[in-house]
T-cell receptor, first 114, second 113 residues
Framework: EAGVVQSPRYKIIEKKQPVAFWCNPISGHNTLYWYLQNLGQGPELLIR????????DSQLPKDRFSAERLKGVDSTLKIQPAELGDSAVYLC????????????FGPGTRLTVL | DQQVKQNSPSLSVQEGRISILNCDYTNSMFDYFLWYKKYPAEGPTFLIS?????DKNEDGRFTVFLNKSAKHLSLHIVPSQPGDSAVYFC????????????FGQGTRLTINP
C-alpha cells in the first residue's frame, strides 16, 4: 500500500515569491493534516481537514498561507508571498479518523527561502 | 508556551544497553500520549502509545511509562540496536474532543556499536 505522497521534496525560492506544496494521503483516510517543522523542533499543526472541511485552522497564518482539499482527497498548501522565516519542512499526514488515530506522515517538503 | 517538553536534545547509548527517553507535559487535559520515530529525510512514524488509564504499555523492545502525578512519561528501549538511531518525538492529545497532537522538540538517539 502506498504511503502519503508529497511533492516537491525540496523547493528553493526567493522571498516574496509564491510556493505550493501537494499531498496525496493514504487511500481511505478521511483526515488530512499539514504540519510545519522548524529545525530542532517537533511538528506543529497548521491545518486539519476532515474530508473537504477544514476543522482546525487556528494555527494557519491566514494572511499568507492558504490550503484546500478539493473532493476530500488531495490537498495543496500555498504560501504567498513567502518570507525568510517560512524556511522549514512542511509535513503532510493522514489518518482514518480523529487525531488520536495513528497518523501516517509523508516525507515532507523542505522549503528554503532566500 | 511549550506544553510538551523533551529536555534532552540528544542521547548516546551503547548497543545492547537500555535507552531511556524522557518527556514532560504541562496540560492536565492531555490523556493520550504517543511516541514517534523519525529517520533523516523521512516523515515521523508511529511507535507506541499510552492512554492515561494505564501507567505502562509494552510492545516488544519498547515500553512507555506514564506518571500522571508528575506529568512525565518515558520510553524505554531494551536492548538498544543500531537501527534505533533516530529522532524520537513525544506527542500528547486529549481524546475527548479529538484534540490535535502536540509534539515535543525531539531527542536524537544514537546507538553506538
Amino acid at each position: 500500500e502506498a504511503g502519503v505522497v508529497q511533492s516537491p521534496r525540496y523547493k528553493i525560492i526567493e522571498k516574496k515569491q509564491p510556493v505550493a506544496f501537494w499531498c496525496n494521503p493514504i487511500s481511505g483516510h478521511n483526515t488530512l493534516y499539514w504540519y510545519l517543522q522548524n529545525l530542532g523542533q517537533g511538528p506543529e499543526l497548521l491545518i486539519r481537514y476532515e474530508n473537504e472541511e477544514a476543522v482546525d485552522d487556528s494555527q494557519l497564518p491566514k494572511d499568507r498561507f492558504s490550503a484546500e482539499r478539493l473532493k476530500g482527497v488531495d490537498s495543496t498548501l500555498k504560501i504567498q508571498p513567502a518570507e525568510l522565516g517560512d524556511s522549514a519542512v512542511y509535513l503532510c499526514a493522514s489518518s482514518l479518523g480523529s487525531p488520536v488515530d495513528e497518523q501516517f506522515f509523508g516525507p515532507g517538503t523542505r522549503l528554503t527561502v532566500l | 508556551d511549550q506544553q510538551v517538553k523533551q529536555n534532552s536534545p540528544s542521547l548516546s547509548v551503547q548497543e545492547g544497553r537500555i535507552s531511556i527517553l524522557n518527556c514532560d507535559y504541562t496540560n492536565s487535559m492531555f490523556d493520550y500520549f504517543l511516541w514517534y520515530k523519525k529517520y533523516p529525510a523521512e516523515g515521523p512514524t508511529f511507535l507506541i502509545s499510552i492512554s492515561s488509564i494505564k501507567d505502562k504499555n509494552e510492545d516488544g523492545r519498547f515500553t512507555v511509562f506514564l506518571n500522571k502525578s508528575a506529568k512525565h512519561l518515558s520510553l524505554h528501549i531494551v536492548p538498544s540496536q543500531p537501527g534505533d538511531s533516530a529522532v524520537y518525538f513525544c506527542a500528547a492529545s486529549s481524546i475527548q474532543g479529538a484534540q490535535k497532537l502536540v509534539f515535543g522538540q525531539g531527542t536524537r538517539l544514537t546507538i553506538n556499536p
